[in-house]
């Protein structure tokens, strides 16, 4: 017999243990590693040493139980301590060295590797760390993400620390697991905020937010069809999931590798704590960075309050809404100031404050207002001009709509759709209960149906399909202004014995991404549009624009340039005696163009040829052209419907 024969003697396949035992389990059982007693380490009926097992194994005898070196073994537990086990790994038993060497890793590689294994382990770890402390420290704003910005001790590590350390082993790994996957949703929150903040200059509201993301499944689908559309929602369920998991994760690897080296944790979580304090209390900083922070506390306080006022904001908003200056008034008492004239309240998309402040446009914007008021008045019209504050900025132009004409303040989505599914009356629709005025909408900007252009009390919509365009879009624009105004003089406003006209008109060739843009031609060469395909592939790449904030802004002030041009041209064309334009911008751009600017105004400008009608308001203190001087007043934007109408009712001598 060799002397590689295993010490003991197993029964025979067929044969049973007397314990009821098969053959075949006894032979997979366990064995303890250590020789039996009274036998000697040399004696042929003696367990095997590592060094024989390896010549074994090499001979291609394979012995009773493959044996693994003690150094070996002990290196696997430290390595498997993370995976969930009957016992913690802060508390090892009596199995925990079987357990270890029946983990060796995928393919064996952890005996076959261990400096690699060892170093997988450290580096894990210190990822896991690092991630953690990452999510704890970023900003939820892309502007002030700074190297500065990680270079901070947040008391939320030291206080997660301290609450696994004194845990048992199941509770720490439980505990861990949901604070991990926590830390993974404010993560996306955060993520979500950056990408509101870069848009809308605001972060993303929990409670009244979520139905944007309906609106941004349809833009998906607009660019890249449905396919698309579906396979990124895909890629975005997918990678919520991963980043819940990663944290989850990263945050139990933590919490074992403390308990592991429970001594060194808790003398390192004293230390920071102590440092921590001291910190705070000096206002310790570096750079201007204050190094003892809380911000992640903080933010989630932030959220929570922001939540608490979304919940109670409808009965808020009720109350609002009921309250309505003019309900009880009789119509032949409305807006009498007006009667006979045509009156145009027109929306100039992303017209914002930035484009006449901005030293790097105020000059050409400069000019072309100007140039605006030299072709005004050249055709006998006058105008004044002051400023809104709108409630959105960087996008939400319907809110903006709707606030200007309902005298609300629609600040999110919920209130806009409260209000268009109530009867409250809007500026538009008081000039359609008088009977005087029909009323009409120029809405380029839609392309599918909109059913709250009923509450607007509009008796004919013309949308993008509506106004004869057989020209290329511009990007998100699907007509240009210079068209749009052509389509309403010969749809509506050029017709002959007509009843005077109320129209709101949307002006889209301003909107984001302002590459490419249209430019002004020969009114009479505009025909069925087809003239603007050249003028298309004339214009810029967006793709390579919005690689430079500084060619977007150029972009910008030219699209707003173009704009204004076709407006003003327009009343210079075809304005008469009874013509009354109001123009405004609905909101500020994107952050990308204001530069981070918190302002939300917007100039606003009355323009008319009748003196009487500039008269009425002439308390109000508006700079006299189209461009509002910087100390112009300026108003809430829901403060216009009443002020406007009050101006020229009955009572306004």
């Given at each position: 017999?060799?002397?590689?024969?295993?010490?003991?003697?197993?029964?025979?396949?067929?044969?049973?243990?007397?314990?009821?035992?098969?053959?075949?389990?006894?032979?997979?059982?366990?064995?303890?590693?250590?020789?039996?007693?009274?036998?000697?380490?040399?004696?042929?009926?003696?367990?095997?040493?590592?060094?024989?097992?390896?010549?074994s194994?090499?001979?291609?005898?394979?012995?009773?139980?493959?044996?693994?070196?003690?150094?070996?073994?002990?290196?696997?537990?430290?390595?498997?301590?993370?995976?969930?086990d009957?016992?913690?790994?802060?508390?090892?038993?009596?199995?925990s060295?079987?357990?270890?060497s029946?983990?060796?890793?995928?393919f064996?590689w952890?005996?076959?590797?261990?400096?690699?294994?060892?170093?997988?382990?450290?580096?894990?770890?210190?990822?896991?760390?690092?991630?953690?402390?990452?999510?704890?420290?970023?900003?939820?704003?892309?502007?002030?993400?700074?190297?500065?910005?990680?270079?901070r001790?947040?008391?939320?590590?030291i206080?997660?620390?301290?609450?696994?350390?004194?845990l048992p082993?199941?509770a720490r790994?439980?505990?861990?697991?949901?604070?991990?996957?926590?830390?993974?949703?404010?993560?996306?929150?955060?993520?979500?905020?950056?990408?509101?903040?870069?848009?809308?200059?605001?972060?993303?509201d929990?409670?009244?937010?979520?139905?944007?993301?309906?609106?941004?499944?349809?833009?998906?689908?607009?660019s890249?069809?449905?396919?698309?559309?579906?396979?990124?929602?895909?890629?975005?369920?997918?990678?919520?999931?991963?980043?819940?998991?990663?944290?989850?994760?990263?945050?139990?690897?933590?919490?074992?590798?403390?308990?592991?080296?429970?001594?060194?944790?808790?003398?390192?979580?004293?230390?920071?704590?102590?440092?921590?304090?001291?910190?705070?209390?000096?206002?310790?900083?570096?750079?201007g960075?204050?190094?003892?922070?809380?911000?992640?506390?903080?933010?989630?306080?932030?959220?929570?309050?922001?939540?608490?006022?979304?919940?109670?904001?409808?009965?808020?908003?009720?109350?609002?809404?009921?309250?309505?200056?003019?309900?009880?008034?009789?119509?032949?008492?409305?807006?009498?100031?007006?009667?006979?004239?045509?009156?145009?309240?027109?929306?100039?998309?992303?017209?914002?404050?930035?484009?006449?402040?901005?030293?790097?446009?105020?000059?050409?914007?400069?000019a072309?207002l100007?140039?605006?008021?030299?072709?005004?008045?050249?055709?006998?019209?006058?105008?004044r001009?002051?400023?809104?504050?709108?409630?959105?900025?960087?996008?939400?132009?319907?809110?903006?709509?709707?606030?200007?004409?309902?005298?609300?303040?629609?600040?999110?989505?919920q209130?806009?759709?409260?209000?268009?599914?109530?009867?409250?009356?809007?500026?538009?629709?008081?000039?359609?209960?008088?009977?005087?005025?029909?009323?009409?909408?120029?809405?380029?900007?839609?392309?599918?149906?909109?059913?709250?252009?009923?509450?607007?009390?509009?008796d004919?919509?013309?949308?993008?399909?509506?106004?004869?365009?057989?020209?290329?879009?511009?990007?998100?624009?699907?007509?240009?202004?210079?068209?749009?105004?052509?389509?309403?003089?010969?749809?509506?406003?050029?017709?002959?014995?007509?009843?005077?006209?109320?129209?709101?008109?949307?002006?889209a060739?301003?909107?984001?991404?302002?590459?490419?843009?249209?430019?002004?031609?020969?009114?009479k060469?505009?025909g069925?549009?087809?003239?603007?395909?050249?003028?298309?592939?004339?214009?810029?790449?967006?793709?390579?624009?919005?690689?430079?904030?500084?060619?977007?802004?150029?972009?910008?002030?030219?699209?707003?340039?173009y704009?204004?041009?076709?407006?003003?041209?327009?009343?210079?064309?075809?304005?008469?005696?009874?013509?009354?334009?109001?123009?405004?911008?609905?909101?500020q751009?994107?952050?990308?163009?204001?530069?981070?600017?918190?302002?939300?105004?917007?100039?606003?400008?009355?323009?008319?040829r009748?003196?009487?009608?500039?008269?009425?308001?002439?308390?109000?203190?508006?700079?006299?052209?189209?461009?509002?001087?910087?100390?112009?007043?300026?108003?809430?934007?829901?403060?216009?419907?009443?002020?406007?109408?009050?101006a020229?009712?009955?009572?306004?001598?």
């Amino acid at each position: 017999m060799s002397h590689h024969t295993p010490p003991r003697q197993l029964p025979e396949p067929d044969a049973d243990a007397p314990d009821g035992t098969t053959a075949e389990e006894a032979s997979r059982a366990p064995v303890a590693n250590d020789p039996d007693p009274g036998v000697p380490a040399d004696e042929p009926g003696a367990r095997p040493s590592a060094k024989e097992t390896a010549d074994s194994a090499e001979d291609g005898k394979a012995p009773g139980k493959a044996l693994v070196p003690r150094a070996a073994v002990a290196d696997d537990e430290s390595a498997d301590a993370a995976a969930p086990d009957s016992t913690s790994a802060d508390e090892p038993g009596p199995s925990s060295a079987i357990s270890s060497s029946a983990r060796p890793g995928w393919f064996g590689w952890r005996r076959r590797f261990p400096r690699a294994a060892h170093a997988v382990r450290v580096g894990t770890s210190v990822l896991a760390g690092v991630l953690v402390v990452v999510v704890l420290l970023i900003p939820n704003r892309l502007d002030r993400i700074t190297a500065g910005s990680f270079l901070r001790l947040p008391v939320e590590a030291i206080f997660l620390a301290a609450v696994l350390l004194v845990l048992p082993a199941r509770a720490r790994r439980i505990t861990a697991l949901v604070l991990g996957a926590f830390l993974g949703l404010s993560t996306v929150l955060k993520c979500l905020d950056m990408g509101f903040y870069q848009t809308l200059a605001r972060p993303f509201d929990l409670v009244f937010d979520w139905v944007l993301l309906n609106d941004a499944a349809d833009f998906l689908k607009d660019s890249l069809g449905r396919s698309g559309e579906v396979l990124s929602v895909i890629g975005v369920i997918v990678l919520l999931i991963a980043v819940l998991v990663v944290s989850a994760l990263a945050l139990v690897r933590l919490a074992d590798v403390m308990a592991r080296h429970r001594p060194v944790a808790v003398r390192g979580t004293l230390v920071l704590g102590t440092a921590w304090i001291l910190c705070f209390t000096m206002g310790v900083q570096t750079g201007g960075v204050t190094i003892a922070t809380k911000g992640y506390s903080q933010y989630l306080t932030n959220r929570v309050q922001y939540v608490r006022e979304g919940l109670g904001d409808a009965d808020v908003f009720d109350r609002q809404l009921r309250v309505d200056a003019f309900a009880d008034t009789p119509s032949d008492q409305l807006l009498t100031g007006l009667r006979g004239k045509d009156v145009l309240f027109t929306f100039i998309e992303s017209y914002g404050r930035v484009a006449i402040d901005d030293p790097a446009m105020a000059p050409e914007i400069d000019a072309t207002l100007k140039e605006g008021d030299a072709r005004l008045r050249s055709a006998g019209f006058a105008a004044r001009s002051g400023w809104l504050t709108s409630p959105v900025t960087g996008a939400g132009s319907w809110l903006a709509h709707t606030t200007f004409l309902s005298g609300l303040w629609i600040k999110n989505q919920q209130r806009y759709r409260t209000t268009t599914t109530s009867d409250r009356a809007t500026l538009t629709s008081y000039f359609r209960k008088t009977g005087d005025w029909r009323t009409v909408g120029i809405v380029p900007g839609v392309r599918k149906a909109w059913p709250e252009g009923t509450y607007f009390g509009l008796d004919h919509i013309y949308d993008s399909t509506h106004l004869g365009y057989k020209g290329p879009y511009f990007s998100w624009t699907p007509v240009p202004d210079q068209f749009s105004l052509e389509s309403f003089q010969k749809l509506e406003h050029g017709k002959k014995n007509r009843d005077p006209i109320m129209a709101e008109i949307i002006l889209a060739s301003s909107h984001n991404p302002w590459s490419p843009i249209a430019h002004t031609i020969d009114w009479k060469d505009l025909g069925d549009g087809s003239v603007f395909e050249k003028i298309k592939k004339e214009g810029t790449n967006p793709t390579e624009v919005w690689k430079s904030a500084k060619r977007v802004r150029t972009e910008y002030r030219k699209a707003i340039q173009y704009s204004l041009d076709s407006l003003t041209q327009w009343v210079q064309r075809y304005g008469d005696d009874n013509t009354v334009l109001v123009f405004l911008g609905d909101h500020q751009p994107v952050p990308t163009v204001t530069g981070g600017s918190t302002s939300r105004d917007v100039p606003v400008t009355i323009v008319a040829r009748d003196p009487k009608v500039l008269d009425r308001v002439s308390d109000w203190g508006w700079t006299e052209g189209l461009k509002p001087a910087a100390n112009a007043p300026k108003w809430r934007m829901d403060q216009f419907r009443n002020r406007f109408m009050t101006a020229y009712g009955p009572a306004k001598k």
